[in-house]
């Protein structure tokens, strides 16, 4: 799941909890138990599983922000349903507000593996241009991504992106070298210009981008 899907996701169970808000119904107890106040069983089921899902697919199963909410108790009170809204807002607020760069990291690194995968599939089958294409455009948003996590640095041309995460001692000279050569490949690609890099050249600058995206963004 990408960055933006997850900031969608997070929106839409904030937007899903207001209905269960509105079901607030007050129950009597009678001579032996106490007035609750309590939401819709159904809505609240639903919403609560969906609310796992995404806190374990973001924190992990085990971080205290799922656990948490996974404590909260989850009957149909209105109290425990507050505290179980309190959770994913302050996650939400967490991940929006940019304190878990490691997590989107994460899920950068997951998403531009699949396309490795894909420019991988491409080169086995004998099109070297489009895998040349996906995987320099896995590099060019990896080195984006970076970019933006410093401020020092600007987001721009790859070429700008690359000397400037240079100038911060993100990389040295040789990969400096290495990151253009790379894009070289995948520019001449792009305008079609297929006999100035061969199929070797892609599948080694596929594994080498592989790497730099495991060490950069994990």
Known sequence: MSVERIRQRFEQLANDAMPIRGSKNLVRGGQMFADRNVVDSALLTKWQTSVETLLASVFGESSPTTVRFGVECKRS??????????????????????FLFDVRNLVHASVFSDELEQAEHFLESNYKVPAAVIAGTVLETTLRELCEQHPETT??????????????????????????????????????????????????????IRDFVTWHMT
């Open 77 to 98: 009170h209105f109290e425990d349903f507050e505290r179980q809204e309190a959770v994913l807002l302050s996650a939400k607020e967490q991940f929006e507000g940019g």
């Open 155 to 208: 987001v721009g041309k790859a070429d700008t992106m690359i000397s400037d995460i240079a100038k911060q001692g993100m990389v040295n000279k040789m990969m400096v070298d290495q990151l253009r050569a790379w894009m070289k490949i995948r520019n001449s690609a792009a305008h079609g210009k297929p006999d100035e890099f061969a199929e070797s050249d892609v599948a080694r600058m596929i594994q080498g």
